[in-house]
């Protein structure tokens, strides 16, 4: 079976930096519901497209097409007394409210001093140059539910 639109796509994959540093790996097999379901980054999508269970590809993704740009704005420094006074520390996330928005989103501690946390709302990866590579381990249909969902059931996948 070719990988189009509502199926199930198997893969192993790899993702590095413009260097060539390993930034994350698959340990087991991931699945995602092809065909414009946001389960995988779409650059990767259209390249899988047509391919069957074996292909191999290597996508290079710009940040507009992975993690976005780095955005200054998405830096804030708050109160030190804001957080609790000894469980924090440099590299936690936690989810808040983003300023002008009412949608929360995640933050990451980057400093923190006596007087002051400095937190960055950027995902860790923005602004970078990513090469995701991959290979298919296999393709089935999409069941009804899954399609309806938007996204894969068992082995893999969502479970509810």
Do not use: W
């Not at 704005?73 to 928005?101: H, K, N």
Request: charged content about 25%; aromatic content about 6%; some cysteine.
């Amino acid at each position: 079976m070719q990988v189009s639109k509502n199926s199930v796509v198997t893969l192993n994959f790899e993702l590095s930096d413009s260097s060539g540093k390993l930034l994350e790996k698959s340990e087991q097999p991931i699945s995602y519901l092809h065909g414009g379901y946001d389960g995988i980054f779409p650059l990767v999508e259209e390249a899988l497209e047509g391919s069957a269970e074996g292909a191999s590809i290597e996508v290079t993704l710009d940040p507009e097409n992975a993690f976005g740009e780095y955005e200054d704005d998405l830096v804030r420094v708050e109160p030190r007394d804001a957080f609790p006074a000894d469980s924090i520390e440099v590299g936690m996330q936690f989810q808040a409210g983003a300023e002008g928005s009412d949608e929360d989103m995640i933050f990451t501690l980057t400093k923190i001093t006596a007087d002051s946390v400095v937190i960055d709302g950027n995902h860790p990866l923005a602004g970078q140059t990513l090469l995701f590579k991959c290979t298919v381990e296999g393709v089935r249909p999409a069941s009804a539910e899954e399609i309806t969902h938007g996204h894969v059931h068992g082995a893999h996948g969502h479970h509810h």
